[in-house]
């Protein structure tokens, strides 16, 4: 194994690793009924992307690229 494919693995691990304290962390800090928070942390994760980017065309062929690499999973 060279080091790119080691380090993209520890990148991967690191990052489910993230999404898993965040479900946890998610579960017990966020009311499932106050769709209102839900919608304010969208926006929130909106704001960080720079004025920029959100001006920029959507460009969607990288996920239609990568619908179409992970259909062989189903």
Known sequence: MNKQST???RLIYKRLHSLERFNEW???HID????Y????????IYDLIPEKARQREVNVN???KMRKALSCLK
């Open 7 to 9: 380090y993209q693995k």
């Open 26 to 28: 998610e579960k017990n």
């Open 62 to 64: 990288g996920i239609m």
């Open 37 to 44: 928070q839900r919608l304010a942390a969208v926006f929130g």
């Open 32 to 35: 499932k009924n106050e769709e």
